[in-house]
């Protein structure tokens, strides 16, 4: 059937002469712009400080256990490999412990909220370390508690900084390989420094002081960055 208009121009309605127009500029699946949902600069800089952000956290994350086992098995505690086993079962304990309250929360409480909440206990983890190295003097006792609550706290941060990457970008498997890489490089290098830093901690006390002191900082300036 056709119309016909003012113009006498004829006009079809036929759904056979219809056009279709497809998008061919679709953008790559490995490009930044489909991380950004169309944006190539958002991108691009949110990967960027995802990556560093991924490579502290899985840094810290896997070297902690193993410098703590090793704190705890020097000379100045005196304690035996099996008994400094213990501490670090005590800390994958309460490690599975934070992983399950977190994934249980997260369900009626929004990531950002729970992020917030647990950078929260990591500054107040952070200065009791702080207090207990500089005013109190580190016993057993304490850096089996502290210890405890430091697996506690670091369990969550992981999995819900997926929960908040997801929040920001299209997380697409190229994107989750990348992190997991900066995840493994900050393991490498931490554990790297970890273990030359050792022999200086041996020696000189105070420079395990100096760390945690450190990590209070940091702690610090990612609090007062959150809120």
Do not use: H
């Not at 016993?139 to 706290?153: E, I, M, Q, W």
């Not at 390989?177 to 393991?187: D, E, P, R």
């Amino acid at each position: 059937m056709c119309l016909l208009k003012d113009d006498y121009a004829a006009v079809s309605t036929s759904p056979e002469s219809v056009t279709v127009i497809t998008e061919t500029d679709q953008p790559s699946p490995y490009s930044p712009r489909t991380c950004g949902r169309g944006f190539f600069q958002y991108g691009l800089t949110l990967s960027v400080i995802f990556f560093f952000y991924t490579f502290f956290i899985g840094g810290n994350d896997q070297t902690f256990s193993k410098f703590f086992f090793t704190f705890l098995n020097s000379e100045r505690f005196s304690l035996s490999a099996s008994a400094a086993s213990w501490g670090i079962i005590l800390y994958w304990l309460s490690y599975s412990v934070g992983r399950l309250i977190g994934a249980i929360v997260s369900v009626f409480v929004s990531v950002d909220m729970c992020l917030n909440v647990v950078w929260l206990a990591g500054l107040c983890l952070a200065v009791a370390w702080f207090v207990f190295v500089w005013a109190f003097g580190l016993t057993t006792t304490s850096l089996f508690v502290l210890g405890a609550l430091t697996g506690l706290v670091f369990a969550p941060i992981f999995p819900l900084s997926f929960g908040f990457y997801n929040q920001k970008l299209n997380v697409i498997p190229l994107l989750i390989a990348v992190l997991l890489c900066g995840s493994a490089l900050g393991a490498i290098l931490f554990q790297k420094i970890a273990g030359k830093s050792n022999e200086f901690i041996k020696k000189n006390r105070n420079l395990f002081s100096f760390f945690v002191k450190v990590l209070c900082w940091i702690r610090i300036r990612i609090i007062f960055r959150r809120f």
